[in-house]
């Protein structure tokens, strides 16, 4: 697949270009409709199949969120949209001059930059200043330049609208199993194995402590079963997200265990792949009682992993 940042960076192609508007974050089963889409309109017209994302999130700018917010980054966006058959991304800046162009404004500049030959969107995408542009909008103003365009209908599951902002509440109740049917795959968070206090190791149990994108959504404080990947390896694991207040601490930490498998992995890039929630954050009587847990919870990990499919995990 093909990176092009920035619209002013945009080169003419050979052939038709059939453009994909969005943000794209989490590339949810909605996006993936949207794709579906784009590629079946491309394959008929013998074109590009290419996909807009902005970079900061539009929501960077319009109005910060508090808490972290990201189901994907950048480099996780691009590389799930290279695996869904896209050919070509154009990462757009979002700033405040994109930001206050009108919808007819934005459409004109991608039309001037781009050329595309179709549009396709999903039909709540919306876009230009105060989200003014709706499908309907999209619609008249392709017509009106000649322009195909294909407005694909809201995905659902059992009645429920899959959306970005869906599966953030979910992962923040630590849902991750619904979280898991509106993405399409397991939610996934990955940072650099980072030396920790060594707790786990005193304990017994040793864990990989991670260093995880500041902006990226992190899933209710707890222990949960997942799948942890370290270069070519993939192993089953136990992941504890909270404060540890056993230990009485106030900095949330991400730390993993892989079950029946001892490797140094400081300094290595480690991808978690949540499967389960197991149990909230608790505070622990004393160290002993602890470590019953952790065993527990390793032991409840490995058997509700052993019937689980890997195939879902794609990050």
């Known amino acids: 697949m093909k990176v092009v940042y920035g619209l002013e960076a945009f080169a003419p192609l050979d052939r038709p270009v059939y453009l994909a508007l969005g943000t794209f974050d989490g590339l949810h089963r909605g996006h993936q409709a949207v794709i579906t889409a784009l590629r079946a309109e491309a394959a008929m017209g013998g074109g590009v199949a290419a996909v807009m994302t902005f970079d900061p999130h539009p929501l960077v700018v319009v109005a910060p969120p508090q808490e ?88 659902e599951d059992e009645g429920t609208p899959i959306s970005s902002t869906a599966i953030r509440a979910r992962l923040r109740e630590g849902d991750v199993r619904t979280a898991a049917r509106w993405l399409g795959r397991w939610y996934g968070l990955g940072g650099r194995v980072v ?8 304990l017994g149990i040793p864990t990989a402590n991670l260093d995880v994108p500041r902006d990226k959504v992190i899933p209710a404080r707890g222990v949960y079963a997942a799948y942890a990947t370290v270069g070519a390896t993939t192993a089953p694991a136990a992941v504890n997200i909270g404060l540890r207040p056993t230990f009485d601490g106030a900095r949330l930490v991400v730390e993993v265990h892989l079950i029946d498998i001892e490797a140094d992995l400081y300094g290595q890039h480690l991808e978690v792949a949540f499967v389960e929630r197991l149990r909230p954050e608790m505070r622990f009587a004393d160290v002993d009682a602890l470590r019953r847990q952790i065993v527990a919870d390793i032991a409840r990990s490995r058997d509700l992993l052993a019937n689980v499919k890997i195939n879902m995990y794609q990050l």
């Open 68 to 155: 972290p917010f990201l189901l994907t980054t950048m480099e996780e966006r691009l590389r799930l949209l290279e695996r869904a058959g896209v050919d070509l991304t154009l990462v757009v800046r979002f700033d405040e001059e994109v930001r206050g162009l009108d919808a007819a404004a934005w459409l004109e500049r991608l039309h001037r930059q781009v050329a595309p030959r179709h549009l396709v969107s999903a039909t709540t995408h919306t876009f230009g200043r105060h989200r003014e542009g709706s499908a309907g909008f999209l619609q008249a103003w392709a017509a009106a330049h000649g322009l195909g365009v294909t407005v694909v209908p809201l995905v």
């Open 195 to 202: 030396v920790g206090e060594g707790r786990g190791r005193r």
